[in-house]
């Protein structure tokens, strides 16, 4: 299985902050890579596909990036509806894996 | 609009069974894979199982054997079907349709399932 590991698990931003979140994936996973973000008592939202592909109706304020095994996930300038959880999942291979989340948390 | 909307969540003792449901309107069901994902209380996401458009089935292998995914084109619906329930089955499961780079790109709003004595 294709393990991903997210990096921080917690952080504390404020308004307007420039955020980054990072995703190592343990193999090659080309540009399968997705961003999610999940808010409490909600289901997830799809932010980006295939590493750096902006969803519809996503602000272009979130932004993806790739380097071999490694993604990240930047926020431009931090918002008061961003403070969620925020989940990298590869769409590679079977079975499908989730990194462990990163909250962002108010600062 | 897409919506999807699960039902058949509840509690159940150890070793039962349940059948979740999801009910899928604003797209073409039978042209998209759908897949379950469920989140433990207070835990992260985990893949559950996928369903192709042609049927192709896959599993986690911590449900293996246990769970059953379906589907029923003529009722826009999705299923999952799943038998030998344990405690660390207990989570709120997503229903999600599959898009562009098999990203999940629409979910359900969830249906809990507590397996408790």
């Known amino acids: 299985d294709i393990q991903m590991t997210q990096s921080p698990s917690s952080l504390s931003a404020s308004v307007g902050d420039r955020v980054t979140i990072s995703c190592r994936a343990s193999q090659s996973i080309s540009s399968y890579l997705n961003w999610y973000q999940q808010k409490p008592g909600k289901a997830p939202r799809l932010l980006i596909y295939a590493a750096s592909s902006l969803q519809s109706g996503v602000p272009s304020r979130f932004s993806g990036s790739a380097s071999g095994t490694d993604f990240t996930l930047t926020i431009s300038s931090l918002q008061p509806e961003d403070f969620a959880t925020y989940y990298c999942?590869?769409?590679?291979?079977?079975?499908?894996?989730f990194g462990q989340g990163t909250k962002v948390e108010i600062k | 609009e897409v919506q999807l909307v699960e039902s058949g969540g509840g509690l159940v003792k150890p070793g039962g069974s349940l059948r979740l449901s999801c009910a899928a309107s604003g797209f073409t069901f039978s042209s998209y894979n759908m897949n379950w994902v469920r989140q433990a209380p207070g835990k992260g996401l985990e893949w559950v199982s996928s369903i192709s458009s042609s049927s192709y089935i896959y599993y986690a292998d911590s449900v293996k054997g246990r769970f059953t995914i379906s589907r029923d084109n003529a009722k826009n619906s999705l299923y999952l079907q799943m038998n030998s329930l344990r405690a660390e089955d207990t989570a709120v499961y997503y229903c999600?349709?599959?898009?562009?780079?098999?990203?999940?790109?629409?979910w359900g709003q969830g249906t809990l399932v507590t397996v408790s004595s």
């Open positions: 999942q590869q769409s590679y291979s079977i079975p499908r894996t």
């Open positions: 999600a349709k599959e898009g562009s780079s098999w990203s999940l790109d629409y």
